[in-house]
């Protein structure tokens, strides 16, 4: 490929505006809802299993619990979550979702449908770019375990 070093022809440049430009698609929608994308993406995670500890909550989302930490914060002060420690081992936190979370998740998940489905994204290329991004992943991942070692 000739000119490489050219910004348009950089796949990282590429996913970082692809990247801003989703985020600008599920703020707009989440925003209706008082949430953040991260604090969807979290929600998200909780829909799936209600209850994961911090830990299992920021493994998921690949999130430090200095980062963590203050968004499951202000999810809780606006009644999405609700944090619980164990009494069996006061270091363990649970994070389980609250009514609201549980009563406005079709609509968030309708939204953000709507929203995906304006981009006029064929399911089959949804399904496509989802398992390219996938190999990608996979790839950039072991490349960076290998120079880890």
């Given at each position: ?96 979702l609250q009514p609201k ?27 496509n770019l989802m398992s ?18």
């Amino acid at each position: 490929m000739k000119d490489f070093l050219t910004l348009e022809n950089q796949l990282c440049f590429s996913i970082y505006e692809v990247s801003s430009q989703f985020n600008k698609l599920y703020s707009k929608v989440l925003h209706s809802f008082g949430l953040t994308y991260p604090q969807y993406l979290a929600l998200l995670v909780l829909w799936e299993k209600d209850g994961l500890t911090v830990k299992e909550l920021g493994e998921r989302l690949k999130l430090g619990t200095g980062t963590l930490t203050p968004m499951i914060k202000r999810m809780e002060e606006n009644s999405w979550v609700k944090k619980e420690r164990s009494t069996i081992d006061e270091r363990r936190v649970s994070i389980f979702l609250q009514p609201k979370a549980k009563k406005e998740k079709q609509a968030i998940i309708e939204s953000i449908a709507a929203q995906v489905n304006s981009c006029n994204i064929e399911f089959e290329e949804y399904a496509n770019l989802m398992s390219q991004l996938s190999i990608l992943q996979m790839k950039l991942k072991q490349k960076n375990e290998n120079q880890s070692k």
